[in-house]
């Protein structure tokens, strides 16, 4: 422990990838070319301007079915003194793309041929009505190529249509830039193959797997290295391999600092530090440096930051040896749901989603945490907070870096709200059956409401208990959407304490929650299971400070039913569905209502006529039933408040 | 030639498809499952929402590098009563990483942790000052992914970041559509496998790795059948033989109408002709049918109408097998060159090239041979002209498919006006050297002038005689431009004679052209090089109706040398790159200027400034130079007129 890593710096990003680039121009790093059969061409770049090797056609051919002649022969021709041609001697028939006979020059359609006597043969004669100019109705030589003209020029990513085009013209072969070799070597003691079981302590290895696919993507050939234990001669004598094997070498860090401490020492060793910690966020530990004239990345740990770096720095390497400009993605202007911070003199990337509401496309930033990898997959954009700021205030324009299509982003649901087991499976079947997308983000009922008041959703999934009435939501509707708005029933469904198999501590009633021995987790501020536990604690008179676990609070039913099953807690407050995905015990404690908030304006939208629509599907509602603990009776009922 | 194809009908290709897509709905055609490694997955489609298997993390794993606590613990440390803890007892060195030891629930960081004691053994002390709440700096079960939440929901596509969440969660295997195996069978006695040097008649069989390219971009598995004879026996076994193995099987019938005819006898035969012939151009003869339930798709044979009707047709059908809409082209509006004409009752499809010169992006339709493959590679979008209209208008505002990414187009010098050769190497000149696309149309020197005046273009390329003053370009420009503009000299330029070699017919004046055992070939109207040979005609007093072939018109140099070559002409007017790269010879005539006109508001845009800086590039002119007939000497000479 006593290594604690020192940056050398803190570059700005641009600078740092700016410092390898010219020394890899320097040390003469760039394409490469090779010659690959036309065949397997797809999708390379050509490293020379190709020239045609034959025209196409490559022979002057019919354009029609017809008799081919010499169009000087059918001079004269009309339609009160038509002209008799003798088939093998002024005419020879001809099918499409059969090559004219010697000495002709033009085709007369067959259409336009009256037969003068029965068939086709030498000698039979036919009658034409019209004279033909000279190469009517021929493709002559070179009409689509001409050979030694240039078919594409250098740099072209060679397509479908490029492929057709150069095998037309006779050329077998093409010189197309070599794809560099990507090599990605994954450290770390703590590192193991992915497995379905992994031990406590053991950290799976999919960054290689993201990475290396992104280097596919991007048109390098990916190596897999295998895991190398955090042992410096280890290390260094795999890079060192590598490096003779690659074009670019990744190392990537475990996530401890000790790791990362080895792979700069190999590069210090082996070759030259030219950056290490660039002032961005995630993704600052990253280093880049040079060994026999190649690059060296090394990347650090956390699964975020593998990718963003990746990104950053691995993506133009792979580009600039491919001669080729990194492809700018798609980007679009939203309004930034909550404002975002990020300290001066960092860049700060941030993952968002973004959902069209009405006519707003609204950018809502998404959890930071560089070890989430779950993040990446529900991010629908990347903002980029500029170092010079410190922030991005909420309600702003920004530019957001598309992650997905716009045209699924248009056609996304945006539920955010209550979570509930039955949202992702209603992302499936939504999807299956109206082709929608839903997008749901899971910040608790009142966090729902809100987000439907700022125009941030379609819907909201809700059950807040009116502790006054006993209802559900009606009032915290008027509360804090303050508009009018649909209530859709999705199901009833049933809470309860989830608890470890065979309950062990006897947790039957809230009381329980309050002794010495019972350890509780609870759900976030806003939650309305949450709501529904003080609700009973202060129907019993039991004092939140008396709830061992109380301000342990978790943001969803799976959460709290993971950390029972792990044992960190005897007992938490959440749905049926939770306990039986986690193979748990379960008290029944009450049902509730949980209802779809839709804002009266959007109930046109066709996304959530879709979403009414599948509220009343009997297939859907069946596959939330068999959850457990859900009553689908009422499912589809609409209440407006 | 008795057999002419009689079409069924002409059905709406929708309506077509419609019929085809129902009747494969009945016959339980569609997506079907099938496990892969997760390893394999990239770009596979998810048959089934994808729970996780185990939390990411599996265990509380610590965050940061420091000691691991019981947080009740640490509760009453201050700065002016630190807490002193003991290794191995109520604290526990971590690794970023690591799991807790039991009975911990937080960690606290190294930065704040004072040792007093040397070393980390067990038994030394520490101290800290200030308490911890339980679970800091811990990343707690399933903090990434929860067990059995849904990772991705059905239909999705699996991306690299989508691979490292589902070996995060422990998902070793994916349930993915199975990609259905598309087979095609070229068909055609006259069809060849590429070849360098095919003799006259031999058709280079391309459509299939043209089609079948497209396949493996849509996601389907792509299978080439052997290229059949026009044998209906061996026709029909091998098209039963490829139904039997694949998913979908499509014959793409050889150009002349007998061999689609076996096409459609043999779908008779095996099952049920469902449409032949559509409402659509290029591509009419289109057939589609059901055998054994599953889809036969009969493409007609030239190129353009191969691509056009497997866009329409096989598209829709791999994307209905993998469970998928057919993704939407990006689309631009745009300002229509030039007229486009279509018959009432039929849609068509016109290539066009895209230019953005100032503010407009235009499109100007190109050559609608459906047999010109290149024309397809020089596209850059696609316009429908609806069956309901009989053309669309100059300068209408139309929606364009993008056939080539809109950034690209963006980046594109657009020239059009007179041929030459370095036009084509000035296309990868100028990519390498500033990042710009050169995109070239040869209309000749006068329709160059006309495409500034309508905006359509960038420069022009011109060498125009002007027969009172023997000067060039300047006087054509005033009368066809009528606005400022640069001309810069590309090259001073060699005209002459092309002739076969030892120039056997002893051509060496214009006079020459008038024997009658002459056969010239010219260039179309409007081109510099006809005017030149007028103005020489009319200087000798040679009458064209004197000159045999002077109404033969082509529209490249390269075309004219390439029809001498083939023997079809004797001599052609040209310049001398063109009879070099033919290995011709060359009878000069005249040195010309050959200039770039550039309208004089257009001088500071990039791609021409691009332009102008490579005119004055040893590199990109000692490369003309060895073209043949050039001299560069004053190249990049501006004239202001």
Redesign the interface.
């Known amino acids: ?1 006593s290594k ?1 890593q020192i940056y050398l710096e803190s570059l700005p990003h641009d600078v740092a990838l700016e410092r390898l680039l010219t020394a890899l121009d320097q040390a003469g790093w760039g394409p490469q070319r090779e010659v690959v059969p ?2 397997k061409a ?1 999708g390379r770049i050509t490293a ?2 190709v020239r045609a ?8 051919a019919s ?1 029609v ?1 017809g008799i081919a002649v010499k169009a000087s022969d059918t001079f004269g021709a009309t339609e009160t003194s038509p002209l008799t041609l003798t088939i093998g001697e002024q005419a020879h ?1 001809v ?5 004219l006979p010697p000495g002709c ?1 033009a085709v007369i359609m ?1 259409e336009h041929v009256n037969l003068l006597d029965d068939g ?1 043969h030498s000698g039979a004669r036919c009658e034409i009505l019209a004279p033909v ?3 009517q109705d021929v ?17 072209h990513t060679i ?7 150069l ?2 013209a ?3 072969e093409v010189p197309v830039v070599r794809k560099p070799v990507v090599t990605f070597i994954p450290t770390g003691t ?1 590192i193991v193959e ?5 031990a ?2 053991e ?5 290689s ?3 290396l ?2 280097v ?2 991007w048109g390098g050939t990916p190596v897999r290295g295998p895991i190398v234990r955090d042992d410096y001669d280890l290390i260094r004598r795999t890079v060192r391999e590598a490096v003779a094997g690659s074009d670019i070498v990744i190392v990537n860090a ?5 790791s990362e401490d080895y792979t700069v020492h190999v590069l210090k060793e082996l070759g030259q530090v030219l950056a290490h910690g660039v002032a961005i966020r995630p993704g600052k530990p990253v280093m880049l440096g040079l060994i026999d004239g190649k690059p060296f990345v090394g990347l650090p740990g956390y ?1 975020v930051s593998t ?1 963003l770096t990746a990104e950053l720095f691995v993506k133009p390497l792979v580009y600039r040896f491919l ?1 080729q ?1 990194v ?2 993605r798609p980007t679009v202007r939203a309004s930034l749901a909550r404002r975002v911070t990020s300290p001066m003199g960092v860049t700060e990337y941030v993952r968002v989603k973004l959902g069209r509401v009405g006519e707003r496309l609204v950018a809502t930033p998404i959890s930071r ?1 560089a ?4 993040s ?2 529900r991010a629908d954009g990347l903002l980029v907070v500029p170092s010079g700021l410190e922030g991005i205030g909420e309600g702003s324009e920004v530019e957001v870096e598309l992650l997905r ?1 716009l ?1 699924e982003i248009q056609e996304t649901v945006v539920a955010i709200g209550s979570h509930d087991t039955s949202l ?2 209603m ?2 079947f939504l ?2 059956k109206s ?1 929608f997308y ?1 997008s749901s983000a899971h910040v608790g009922s009142q966090g729902g409401l809100l987000a439907l008041k700022r125009g941030e959703a379609h819907v909201a999934g809700v059950h807040l208990l009116d502790e006054a009435t006993g209802d559900y939501n009606t009032a915290y509707v008027q509360k804090y959407l303050g508009r009018p708005a649909l209530l859709v029933l999705l199901a009833r469904r049933e809470q309860g304490f989830i608890v470890p198999r065979g309950n062990p501590k006897n947790i039957t009633s809230f009381r329980d929650l309050a002794r010495p021995d019972v350890q509780y987790v609870n759900r976030q501020r806003g939650a309305g299971t949450r709501l529904l536990l003080d609700y009973h604690l202060k129907q019993e008179g039991i004092s939140p400070a008396e709830v061992q ?1 109380y ?2 609070e ?1 943001f ?1 039913h ?2 709290v ?3 029972v ?2 044992g ?1 807690a005897d007992a938490g407050l959440g749905i049926r569905s939770a306990a039986q ?2 193979d748990l015990d379960f008290v029944p404690v009450a049902w509730e209502e949980y209802e779809l908030c839709i804002p009266a304006e959007l109930e046109e939208h066709p996304g959530v006529q879709a979403v009414l629509t599948l509220l009343r599907d009997p297939e859907f509602l069946g596959a939330v039933e068999s959850l457990g603990g859900y009553d689908c009776a009422d499912s589809g009922r609409i209440r407006r408040v």
């Open positions: 422990m604690r036309t065949d797809l020379a301007p090797r034959i025209s196409a056609p490559h022979y002057n354009a079915d028939w099918d499409t793309g059969d090559p020059d067959v086709h100019a000279p190469w493709r002559q030589i070179g009409e689509d190529v001409v050979a030694t003209e240039i078919l594409l020029p250098e740099g397509r479908p249509q490029d492929m057709g085009a095998l037309a006779g050329i077998l703590e992915p497995k379905a079981d992994p406590p302590g950290i799976i290895e999919f960054n797997r993201v990475i696919s992104m596919s993507e475990g996530s401890s600092a000790g699964p990718w001669g400009q492809p700018r945490g070890a989430v990898i779950s990446l997959v299509p045209s992702d499976l992302g499936s999807r299956r082709g839903l676990g301000r342990w978790l969803t799976l959460n039913a993971a950390a099953k792990a960190d995905a986690m």
